[in-house]
């Protein structure tokens, strides 16, 4: 799996200039209400290419990311800039200046510790080698920038080497990189989940995109077009929620509505999304389930439609005790950057070394000044993680305990 190694931050809101270090398993922020934890998991995402709450914000952060066959260093910047406008105001031609955000996205990539080459994407153009008129090529496809240069770079150079390139860019994308918030927000935009099947394939109707809907869904997307009314199928996620939650077996339903005149032409959509979950003499719809059930069953969702990573604010937020192993199992070999305030999940990590204590934590701080309030992110000192790693290395604390001693929480 691909693995974020670090975040520049040069320049975002009140953000003091930092570098942070993370880990490939679990990473912590830690700090007090206030101090940009939810902030710095939005920010993460936004590098990634999935956060949309960010839009508006000018900035310049630069993260590295360790792929199987190469490493990017992918640097983003989003600066104002003055563009001329001209608007109709009672009926006659206003002429006016706008300040609009101009995003650029560069990359150096490197290949076995050596720079290979660099990119550099804007909005309408991409620039394969340098930024001379002749490597400038049109930018296609819009949304992530790394997999539009992937695709740019396969298309305007067919070279075998220029093509195994782009494949290898391709591949070190961090596919599912949104943010699980506090809240159910996620469940609620996956129940407005569309679908219209087709016989050569189908279409999808969602919120953000097919990247953030879960995986099993493809059972149903490559199964034969359903009879009747109503669709009930089986999910991966489903299973494992109901295993957790204590029923024997759960179910998403859709309606069946059916498009077209012909059957050999008909479009067949599946709306109106809802889980079952059912025991004997029971069936509960998931909107009948307790605040807790549905985090559980928005974090089982949100896990099966992320492939590389984790991004969950308060992850474990109204959770029954017992359920949070079940989401560190679910977890499993993926990255994840989580926020807590419940001491059993911080509980339950595990660190090998005084660095892999370091890499493992971010902690966020507000400091006032004469320029005002800023946010401090950090990664422990050295010294910090030394005294921490010793005490751990004891058992006779618990994380949540050492954490609170040594000042992290």
Known sequence: MNKLTTLSID???NVAPTTLEFRPGLNVVLGRNGTGKSTLLRLLSATLGAEEGLRDDALEVRCRIAGTALEVEHTL???RVEQPSVSMVSGEFV?????VLQRADTFFIEKKG???????????DIFLDGEEPQSRVDRVFPGDPIWSLGLALMMARPDAESKALA????????VGAYRLDEGTERLQRLMELEFELVRAGYRVKSPRGPEEFPQSFFTILRGPVPEGTSETSPLAFLDRAAAILGYESAAARFDVERLGPAPGQQVV??????FFFKKPGEEVSHDLLGHGQKRLLSFLAYADASRDIIIADDLVAGLHPEWIPACLQEVG?????????NPLLLDALRFDSVEDVRRAFILCERASGDSGTQLLWRNPTHAQASAFFAAYEKRMQRVSDILLTQGFW
């Open 333 to 341: 070999e993926r990255q994840a950057f989580l926020t807590s305030q």
């Open 167 to 174: 494949q290898e860019i391709l591949a070190t994308r961090i």
């Open 269 to 274: 959509r599946l709306n109106n999304l809802r």
């Open 11 to 13: 320049k975002f809101r």
């Open 95 to 99: 002429s006016e200046t706008l300040s």
């Open 77 to 79: 910047s989003c600066s």
């Open 114 to 124: 050596q720079p290979t080459r660099r990119f550099r994407v804007l909005p309408n």
